[in-house]
Protein backbone atom coordinates (compact mmCIF):
# COMPACT_ATOMS: atom_id res chain seq x y z
CA UNK A 1 0.00 0.00 0.00
CA UNK A 2 2.53 2.40 1.03
CA UNK A 3 4.89 1.56 -2.37
CA UNK A 4 1.30 2.46 -4.23
CA UNK A 5 1.04 6.00 -2.36
CA UNK A 6 4.37 6.27 -3.44
CA UNK A 7 4.12 6.04 -7.00
CA UNK A 8 0.85 7.51 -6.82
CA UNK A 9 2.29 11.05 -5.53
CA UNK A 10 5.15 10.42 -7.96
CA UNK A 11 3.18 9.83 -10.53
CA UNK A 12 0.37 12.32 -10.25
CA UNK A 13 1.55 15.68 -8.43
CA UNK A 14 2.07 18.18 -11.13
CA UNK A 15 -0.41 17.00 -13.27
CA UNK A 16 -3.56 15.91 -11.52
CA UNK A 17 -3.30 16.43 -8.27
CA UNK A 18 -4.42 20.28 -8.70
CA UNK A 19 -7.77 19.36 -9.59
CA UNK A 20 -9.36 19.32 -6.23
CA UNK A 21 -11.71 16.38 -7.50
CA UNK A 22 -8.85 13.90 -7.93
CA UNK A 23 -7.55 15.32 -4.33
CA UNK A 24 -10.30 14.07 -2.41
CA UNK A 25 -10.45 11.05 -4.23
CA UNK A 26 -6.64 10.10 -3.34
CA UNK A 27 -6.94 11.42 -0.08
CA UNK A 28 -10.03 9.05 1.17
CA UNK A 29 -8.85 6.65 -0.59
CA UNK A 30 -5.65 6.20 1.00
CA UNK A 31 -7.51 6.86 4.30
CA UNK A 32 -9.59 3.83 3.18
CA UNK A 33 -7.40 1.37 2.89
CA UNK A 34 -4.90 2.79 6.38
CA UNK A 35 -8.38 2.19 7.93
CA UNK A 36 -8.94 -1.07 6.65
CA UNK A 37 -5.42 -2.36 7.35
CA UNK A 38 -5.40 -1.16 10.62
CA UNK A 39 -9.02 -3.19 10.99
CA UNK A 40 -7.37 -6.22 9.51
CA UNK A 41 -4.43 -5.63 11.53
CA UNK A 42 -7.11 -5.38 15.14
CA UNK A 43 -8.35 -8.62 13.95
CA UNK A 44 -5.48 -10.39 13.38
CA UNK A 45 -4.82 -9.72 17.07
CA UNK A 46 -7.87 -10.64 18.99
CA UNK A 47 -8.54 -13.60 17.31
CA UNK A 48 -5.12 -15.00 18.26
CA UNK A 49 -4.95 -13.25 21.70
CA UNK A 50 -8.97 -14.19 23.41
CA UNK A 51 -10.74 -17.44 23.71
CA UNK A 52 -13.00 -18.46 21.52
CA UNK A 53 -16.15 -16.53 22.56
CA UNK A 54 -14.00 -13.43 21.34
CA UNK A 55 -12.88 -14.45 18.65
CA UNK A 56 -15.15 -12.76 16.02
CA UNK A 57 -15.18 -9.55 17.36
CA UNK A 58 -13.53 -7.65 15.17
CA UNK A 59 -14.42 -9.79 11.78
CA UNK A 60 -15.03 -7.22 8.70
Given amino acids: MS ?10 TNNALGNTLMTIFYRDGISYFVILSALATANIAVAFSTDSGLKFMLSQ
Avoid at 3 to 12: D, E, N, P, S, T
Fill in 3 to 12: CMIYIAYRKY
